[in-house]
């Protein structure tokens, strides 16, 4: 459901005030620097290119923790469904809308709420290279009206290649993933730089939409000896569509993403979205009681990597869960 704040006749008049009292030589306080009233409610658009579970354990946490700090809240939740223009169209109308903080949920959507604001603060999450996508200056000095968290561990890939390598066996890892994908491409790129190192080799396969993924997996499955997902968003969407593929074939399926275990991969070295969410709605807990601006707090990695075994698709594709490899079981 779409909620628009309505402002108070009293805010209006305050904030017609402080323009007439500061004139023309003073520029006007921007959203981040002006915390209302206690009992005043903030609006915060929240933009998510796509369903899918990992997102929106991320929104859980994001509102865990407003709810917490008691802060009187109101959401503008929109959801792109995987297409672009939709995301452009979601963030020009919550700037036009003046909401007073945007969360966005993806690398895309924070993409699109960047192009249209450098003045209305920013809080992403599910964003694997902050950096690279070009939303901060660097994860300690974000600059600007953008902050957040990353879901990415910088342990993550190192981790899991090593297990596919070591305990596994593999010699060569396939994955399927979107190409139009920032966040996709860039954790293939830091994929084939530690695969070179192990000497692995790598096999892709391109998908433009979820249409597409049982089809590209077809095209690579009886090449590799595990298949590799990485937290792509059309890719992840489809998820079931990989597992069937893969199970079918006895390939374990390793996901980048521990959320993807209850759909049935076989393993994964991945984070808590839910943690990730919460720590970005502490941020903006920070930013709309005016205690920071977004420049001024650090973009953060995920603290915690978990090993997790789905003991049923391991039975299903014949693979024995050994007691060294340390993993939490999913029954």
């Known amino acids: 459901m779409r909620y628009i704040m309505k402002k108070s006749v009293l805010s209006i008049v305050s904030a017609a005030f402080i323009l007439a009292a500061c004139g023309s030589n003073s520029a006007s306080p921007t959203p981040e620097s002006k915390p209302k009233e206690k009992d005043e409610q903030y609006t915060i658009g929240v933009t998510q290119i796509m369903e899918h579970p990992a997102l929106n354990l991320a929104h859980e946490g994001f509102q865990k923790a407003l709810e917490e700090s008691g802060l009187n809240v109101k959401y503008d939740v929109q959801n792109a469904q995987g297409d672009n ?27 699109a709420a960047l192009s249209k604001t450098t003045e209305i603060p920013i809080v992403f999450t599910s964003v694997v290279d902050p950096v690279g996508a070009e939303l901060v200056a660097s994860m300690e000095e974000p600059g600007g009206n953008v902050t957040g968290t990353s879901h990415h561990h910088p342990d993550s890939i190192a981790r899991t290649l090593k297990f596919m390598k070591e305990e596994l066996g593999a010699k060569t890892i396939g994955t399927v993933y979107n190409a139009g994908e920032q966040n996709s491409r860039a954790q293939i790129d830091k994929i084939k730089v530690q695969m070179d190192e192990l000497g692995l080799v790598l096999k892709e396969a391109s998908a433009s939409t979820t249409a597409e993924v049982k089809q590209a997996t077809e095209s690579i499955v009886d090449k590799v000896d595990v298949l590799y997902i990485v937290t792509d968003n059309t890719v992840v969407t489809a998820f079931e569509s990989v597992v069937s593929v893969a199970n079918d074939n006895k390939i374990p399926l390793i996901a980048a993403d521990i959320d993807s275990l209850d759909r049935g991969a076989f393993a994964a070295f991945g984070v808590d979205f839910f943690e990730v969410g919460h720590e970005a709605g502490e941020m903006a807990v920070k930013i709309l009681n005016g205690e920071s601006k977004p420049s001024e707090i650090a973009a953060q990695p995920p603290k915690n990597l978990k090993f997790v075994i789905n003991k049923k698709t391991a039975d299903t594709i014949g693979v024995e869960i050994k007691p060294e490899w340390n993993a939490e079981i999913l029954d």
């Open 85 to 111: 223009s939709a995301n452009d169209t979601i963030a020009t109308n919550f700037v036009g809308a003046n909401v007073d903080l945007i969360f966005a949920n993806s690398t895309p959507s924070a993409q």
